[in-house]
């Protein structure tokens, strides 16, 4: 993020959390948020082809706008959880 992100930010607030809360209505964005200052970076959980999280990165406003210089996406292989995409039980289960 740029050094004056947390400035800058404001005018393109809306339209960030806007997209955000859309991708949650299309089932694609499971959480969303800023780590500890907003200034060390954020993360998002997708579900799903990582194009859906590539295609919402290069169309959100923060990208766009140049305040999030720097963004990547890595596939994560769930084995644990309610909506893990690889279910593991302990062999005694």
């Not at 740029?2 to 859309?22: M, N, S, V, Y």
């Not at 948020?33 to 200034?39: D, L, M, P, R, V």
Request: charged fraction near 25%; hydrophobic fraction near 45%; proline fraction near 4%.
């Amino acid at each position: 993020m740029t050094p004056d992100f947390a400035e800058r930010r404001l005018a393109f607030r809306d339209a960030h959390i806007r997209a955000a809360w859309e991708a949650v209505g299309r089932d694609e964005l499971i959480l969303g948020g800023a780590f500890g200052k907003t200034s060390e970076g954020a993360m998002l959980l997708f579900r799903g082809d990582a194009r859906v999280a590539e295609r919402f990165a290069r169309a959100d406003p923060y990208v766009q706008q140049g305040l999030v210089q720097h963004w990547f996406v890595r596939r994560w292989n769930t084995v644990v959880g309610a909506d893990t995409a690889n279910p593991l039980r302990p062999a005694d289960a």
